[in-house]
C-alpha cells in the first residue's frame, strides 16, 4: 500500500477553499519578493519577522518592540516607512538580531487565510531557501500544500515554478494526483536551465525591471539557496528554524 | 499602437470575478465532456441544447418542449434520465431537429456565472470544434476569456491545453499580458503532437477511463473539428451559429 502523505497545490489564494489543510504542512510562496526577502532576513540574522498585512501596522508594531517597519506599495517604499521589500536591504550588517515588521499584500493574506483554516504548520519558500524548505517538507512527512500567493488572487507563473522546483524535488516522497502539480512540475522542467532567461515573459517582471529597474532583486529571487534557512511560523512570527 | 483585442484566461470559475468581462467573448471550456458533447450533437442537427443545472431541471424542461434530457452523475446517466453526457451518445440518427437539455454541473455553473457579470457574448469550445471557436473569435475582433470550467473549482489540465491550443492560433490577432494563457499555450505546445499519450496523466483520465471505460470518449475530446461547429449562447439556448 502507498503510505505516502499527499501533496497539492493551490495555484492562487482564491482555490486555497479547496484543500483540507488541517493536517498539512503550508509552503506560502511570493517568489517577487516577500518570501525571498523574509528568507534573507532570517539568514542574515533577523530574530524574526513579523508579516502583516498594513502600512499603519507595520509601524505600530514596530514602534513597540522597537523593530524595523518596511514594506512597499506600487513597487516603491511605502509612505511613513523606510524601508522596502527588497532582498537585498536586508544584509547582515543591517538586520542582524532586529526584528523586521513586513507588510506585503498577497504573501501575508494568504498566510492569513491559512492559518484561519487551520493550517497545521506554515513556512514560507522561495528559490533562495528552497533546499531547506524541501529539507524540511521531508522530514515532516505530512501532507504538504504548496500555496501560490499570485497577485491580487491571479495566477503567476514565478510561483508556480517554485511550486515545480519544489515537487521535482521531492515528488518521491508523496503521493500526487494534482494536476496544478503536474503542470507546475512540468513548467519548472521546462525552464528550470534559463529562469532568468525566461523571466521577462512574467508579467510581474515587467512591473519589477521595467518600471522600478529591480533586476538584481529578479537575479536573487531566482538563485537556489543564496538565503538557505527556514522560516518557520509561530504566534504570529516567522523565525529560522 | 496596438489596438488588438485583449484576451485573458481564467484558470478555474473560482478566478473569474478577477476578469471584466462585459465587452468580451466568453468561451466555456469543459473538454471532458459538457462542451465537446454540445459540439457534437449541434453538429449532428440538434435544434438547440438547452444547458440547465439539476436533473429535475432537466426532467422538467424536456417534458414542456418535447426535449431529450441527458445528464450524468458520477459518471453514470443520472436517476430520471435516459441519456448521458457522452459525445457519442448524440449520433444525427439519433439527434437531428430535436432538442438537447443537458445538465452539467462545472460547464453550466460557469456559463451561468458568466451570464451574471454580464458577458457581452457566450460560445463554447472543445477540441472537435477548435476552428469554428477560432474563426469566430477572429472575425469578431473583441476582447476574449478564454473560460476553464475545471472540476469543482479545481484547475484541470485538459480546460488548459484546450485554451493554449486557442492561443497557439490566434495569438497574433490579440494583446496577451497573461501569466495564465503563457502558460497555457506552453502546455499545449509541448504536448499537442501528442495529446492521447499525455492524457493518462490527467487526474480527469481517471475517473473517465478507469472506473468508467470511456476511452472512445477521451479520444473523441481530444480530437479536432470532428464536430467543427459553433455553439454560441443565445436566451437560454446554445445554438449552431
Chains 1, 2 share one sequence.
Do not use: Q
Amino acid at each position: 500500500m502507498n503510505n505516502k502523505p499527499e501533496l497539492h497545490t493551490a495555484l492562487s489564494p482564491a482555490l486555497l477553499h479547496l484543500y483540507d489543510i488541517s493536517n498539512s504542512v503550508v509552503v506560502i510562496i511570493d517568489v517577487f519578493r516577500a518570501t525571498s526577502t523574509i528568507a534573507s532576513a532570517l539568514y542574515n540574522g533577523a530574530k524574526c519577522v513579523i508579516p502583516v498585512d498594513s502600512v499603519p501596522k507595520a509601524i505600530e508594531i514596530s514602534k513597540s518592540i522597537d523593530g524595523i517597519a518596511a514594506g512597499e506599495r506600487d513597487g516603491r517604499v511605502a509612505e511613513g516607512l523606510l524601508h522596502g521589500n527588497s532582498p537585498l536591504e536586508y544584509s547582515r550588517d543591517f538586520i542582524e538580531n532586529k526584528t523586521l515588521v513586513l507588510t506585503t499584500t498577497n504573501g501575508t493574506r494568504l498566510l492569513h487565510m491559512s492559518l484561519e483554516k487551520g493550517a497545521d504548520t506554515i513556512i514560507s519558500g522561495s528559490f533562495p531557501n528552497i533546499s531547506a524548505v524541501c529539507d524540511f517538507l521531508i522530514t515532516e512527512n505530512k501532507n504538504v500544500l504548496l500555496g501560490c500567493a499570485g497577485w491580487k488572487d491571479r495566477f503567476n507563473l514565478e510561483d508556480t515554478l517554485f511550486a515545480g522546483a519544489v515537487i521535482s524535488r521531492i515528488k518521491n516522497s508523496f503521493t500526487i494526483h494534482c494536476d496544478s502539480s503536474l503542470m507546475a512540475e512540468t513548467m519548472f522542467e521546462k525552464y528550470k536551465d534559463g529562469l532568468m532567461k525566461f523571466a521577462p515573459n512574467l508579467t510581474h517582471y515587467h512591473r519589477l525591471v521595467e518600471r522600478f529597474g529591480l533586476i538584481d532583486d529578479i537575479k536573487f529571487c531566482l538563485t537556489n539557496d543564496v538565503a538557505n534557512v527556514l522560516p518557520l511560523y509561530h504566534e504570529g512570527k516567522l523565525v529560522a528554524k
